[in-house]
């Protein structure tokens, strides 16, 4: 059933059917988004819940929702398109609420970037990176191992998508970026 509320929800479109390691791929590339919106905007799944009974997909994110961001994402969890249609919407939703936070933080590299400074010398880029490896730790699987490094690139890296992810059709863009990243590769995402 679509929810009443998400008008653009029919955009969220495939050609032909994904296969479950493609749909599991999918998920893991949006729980990295998802980690990113929350580590830079400190929400919790309050905040969460409340969108998702706004975009009236709380039924069909219910797991989910019970376990973020507490709990390590099962590998045997069954992903189905409607509950990534639905992560879809709530990432978008958030990213546009949030848009302002985004474009500072945006604002904040590019001046690091400009004086050859690291992200860490920048009190809320810091704080941001400090947040997405923290959530990342407790959300992904222990057994994937990247170096403080790589993560703080991949926080950076989501960053700037998340800018994208915040117009208009940001919903669009995220799902095209997810489909095209799962018929990319067959193994799972690792950030980037």
Do not use: C
């Not at 509320?5 to 390691?21: F, G, M, R, V």
């Not at 493609?22 to 990295?32: F, T």
């Not at 400009?114 to 992904?140: C, H, K, M, W």
């Amino acid at each position: 059933m679509m929810p009443a509320s998400t008008a653009k929800w029919d955009d969220l479109s495939i050609e032909s059917p994904l296969n479950s390691s493609q749909l599991h791929q999918i998920s893991l590339e949006l729980e990295l988004v998802t980690i990113a919106i929350a580590a830079l905007t400190r929400i919790d799944r309050v905040e969460i819940e409340q969108i998702a009974q706004e975009l009236q997909v709380v039924s069909t994110i219910a797991d989910w929702l019970n376990e973020w961001p507490d709990r390590q994402i099962s590998s045997s969890q069954q992903i189905d398109l409607a509950q990534i249609r639905s992560r879809i919407s709530i990432v978008h939703h958030l990213a546009q609420k949030y848009q302002t936070v985004v474009r500072q933080n945006m604002n904040y590299w590019q001046q690091i970037v400009q004086f050859n400074r690291l992200p860490v010398e920048s009190p809320a880029l810091a704080d941001y990176i400090d947040n997405f490896i923290n959530i990342y730790q407790t959300r992904l699987d222990r057994e994937i191992i990247h170096s403080t490094e790589e993560l703080s690139q991949a926080a950076l890296n989501l960053l700037i998508e998340l800018l994208f992810y915040s117009s208009t059709n940001g919903h669009l863009r995220l799902w095209n970026a997810l489909l095209h990243r799962s018929h990319s590769t067959s193994t799972p995402p690792k950030p980037t």
